[in-house]
């Protein structure tokens, strides 16, 4: 059974911070790469941040320099610490871990519930 649990979401004031955190269970973390997505009513879902299992991140430009994610291989969490947060940061903040296995060329993909991220005065 795998499971991604995300937490952390709520309501914040434009300018403030909220730290994201999305706990695994059931699946080698450390070899998983990890993401962040997220969507608004109406809108596509979009990437917000990644860190593959090496080490590696990206972000969208609009959170660059806001955000950042990170990773506890050995809490098997990964975060996103999202500051001076903007009306527009407002949507469902989802969780994904994928790995490419290599022996049957398959993705595995697995997304967590999502977490309500909302920034209003």
């Known amino acids: 059974q795998v499971q991604l649990v995300e937490s952390g979401g709520g309501l914040v004031q434009p300018g403030g911070s909220l730290r994201l955190s999305c706990a695994a269970s059931g699946i080698i973390f450390s070899r998983y790469d990890m993401g962040w997505y997220r969507q608004a009513p109406g809108k596509q879902r979009e990437v917000v941040a990644g860190?593959?299992?090496?080490?590696?991140?990206h972000y969208v430009d609009s959170v660059k320099g806001r955000f950042t994610i990170s990773r506890d291989n050995a809490e098997n969490t990964v975060y996103l610490q999202m500051n001076s947060l903007k009306p527009d940061d407002t949507a469902v903040y989802y969780c994904?871990?994928?790995?490419?296995?290599?022996?049957?060329?398959?993705?595995?993909?697995?997304w967590g519930q999502g977490t309500q991220v909302t920034v209003s005065s």
């Open positions: 994904k871990a994928a790995v490419l296995a290599t022996m049957t060329s398959r993705v595995w993909e697995y």
């Open positions: 860190m593959t299992s090496g080490g590696s991140t």
